[in-house]
């Protein structure tokens, strides 16, 4: 149980890869673009097409849930695909997400999907306004989102998403998550792990900060237990439910003591970046520990510690080396607005030290290239004095 | 200057790899017995020879002491080579060693250089018994080492010296370093790194233990802080001395409150693996910023941490894995007896839960494979108490 094939060859697989070495496990990677295997963190390393990868391979497993359908029970039927293809499916398809998340009684916001007008009017009637309509497939990163905050903008909604329905070409066939908008503290994440014989593991839940949509910081700190039990519930009933084996994050709105879910990933997850410098075992061992049946490792938190991303940047300035504990690491990716690039993550001994730490760092990058840092960075530190 | 060429493709390269990629190093190595460059991790990837190996690197390392001498003037010609040929050739020549140690007045053992008869009886007049006879060259893990306890066993030791001498083919003449055997109480080494402008960061004193003459254990733990002076004002010393770029690791002696330096190594030692999980910047990454001229990282301690060597075995238990912050490190090497194949670090919050910790690894590992390290937990354990 050594060989380990990853479906998408991105920066999760290349962070599997450095993982999974120290462990003498072979980490090679399906290059989706391409179709070929690939060593992830050399990618000019090419081992051949999808079929002697999952000859070749042990277990395979995805770093994303957008995999092609045929990709998928290809490998399922190999016998060696961890998690299940529905838990990979349930990724990428909110109707199913939401579907699951009822099943097992986990709170989630009032939904109603929507493939006609029909549904688009039951939709605002069902729910009050303000209303997120969603994309049922392919949504990532805030894209594929509509607002409906006033009736009167009902009807440019509409034309707006029936155009983008009809030009849909996914396989299965798109349609449209209506969610009655949570008004939220904050949000948080559960990143846990679940080996085959049912064993779990969850690591603190993080609290996430996005930009334009997209995640920048998260921070994980010492938390309310009896939040953290809240999360570790509802992850138990769904990855039991999914009979879910490898790393699964569990993205939560908190509304009071309430945690409603957001949004499920079947894979290592942005949010549980911070675990490489900050928890016993880093998400990435874990996740392939659990898929090669080893014993999950501890995921205690070692430090407070805070994940920053660097999107759309390929260099920082070298001072943020010389804070203690920065540590920086990059996808070796090529240069492009929005895209994730790299991360930071930086620790403290206390909560206080991290808010220092952050400070000093939310001063050396650019803030153009950083644009909520400092001001998170401010924040943080208030909430400690 | 992202990309680095080491000089050896061992298990000193492939951690540098390991370290070096999520900073967008690129990190290849020169195998020395097919003389091909290889990448560390997966050195079935074959990049051309030595010269091309210097054309398309931006700096050049070494991973070991031993290297050809040609091989270092051709890499130094270059002007990419960190640290220079001068302190490489110093690890691996103990006359060389003991001069440099001199004329720092760093202190070490009482010795004196065997060429002939005539040194060899001069060493046993001029130092008093018990005497460590070394070779000068290629001496490590206790290899070619002559102890004489009993002046009857004189004539015995010159002959098997001496026939080691005449047989030696060295391209540099070999000879032997005769040294006063130190009544030691311990063996500490401190690992630093400089940096090409002087920045200079030392790490912990670092306890070490061996088992027939190889490292088992090294334990990084808060440490005396006028010891830890001593030991740096060393390290200052002989690293200004050679203008030395990348990590240095210095073996001492320690009697009573003195410490004696045992010997160097120009390059990240097997007593400072443990900083991948114990400091907040690991030696590799460190040594890989200070010969890119990157700001060094910080050396502090996160929390205590042992290192256990995994000496001829390719495997151990699964319940290693179960331990909290336990963590392996396999060298993906053929298993041969005595051969260092990986290492398990484990930490503690204090230095109370790492020795619980080491007694739960000391009685999951093999006794046979692990001789010593059941004392050695039960001891620590003891001291803490």
Not at 312 to 324: F, S
């Amino acid at each position: 149980m050594n060989k380990v094939l990853v479906l998408g060859a991105g920066q999760l697989a290349r962070m599997m890869e450095l993982a999974g070495t120290p462990l003498n496990l072979d980490v090679k990677a399906l290059d989706v673009l391409s179709n070929k295997i690939v060593q992830p963190i050399s990618p000019e390393h090419v081992y051949g097409d999808l079929t002697s990868g999952i000859g070749n391979a042990d277990v395979i497993t995805a770093e994303f849930e957008h995999v092609a359908h045929d990709i998928l029970s290809k490998c399922e039927l190999s016998g060696k695909l961890y998690p299940t293809s529905e838990a990979i499916k349930i990724g990428g398809d909110r109707r199913l997400e939401k579907t699951l998340l009822n099943s097992c009684n986990a709170s989630n916001a009032k939904h109603h999907f929507v493939n006609s007008k029909v549904d688009f009017d039951e939709a605002i009637k069902y729910l009050s306004l303000p209303i997120i309509f969603k994309t049922a497939l392919d949504g990532y990163d805030g894209k594929g989102q509509w607002r409906l905050k006033s009736a009167d903008d009902a009807a440019e909604v509409w034309r707006e998403m029936n155009s983008f329905l009809t030009a849909s070409t996914t396989n299965v066939k798109q349609a449209i998550v209506a969610e009655q908008m949570v008004p939220f503290d904050r949000e948080v994440s559960l990143v846990g792990v679940r080996r085959v014989n049912g064993d779990v593991a969850v690591y603190p839940l993080t609290e996430n900060h996005h930009t334009n949509g997209i995640l920048s910081v998260s921070v994980a700190a010492p938390v309310d237990a009896a939040l953290q039990e809240q999360a570790t519930t509802v992850f138990k009933a769904l990855s039991d439910k999914l009979n879910y084996v490898g790393v699964l994050a569990i993205e939560f709105f908190q509304v009071g003591n309430q945690l409603l879910v957001n949004e499920i990933a079947p894979r290592v997850h942005n949010s549980g970046h911070w675990t490489q410098q900050g928890a016993d075992t880093c998400q990435f061992e874990n996740h392939l520990r659990a898929i090669c049946d080893l014993p999950l490792g501890s995921t205690a938190l070692v430090r407070p510690t805070a994940m920053i991303n660097i999107i759309g940047e390929d260099t920082v300035p070298n001072d943020v080396l010389a804070i203690p504990s920065a540590t920086i690491h990059w996808y070796n990716k090529s240069k492009r607005t929005g895209r994730k690039m790299g991360h930071i993550n930086v620790s403290g001994e206390d909560e206080q030290q991290l808010a220092e730490r952050l400070q000093t760092l939310s001063n050396i990058l650019c803030k153009k290239a950083f644009p909520d840092l400092r001001q998170f960075a401010a924040n943080y530190k208030g909430k400690q004095t």
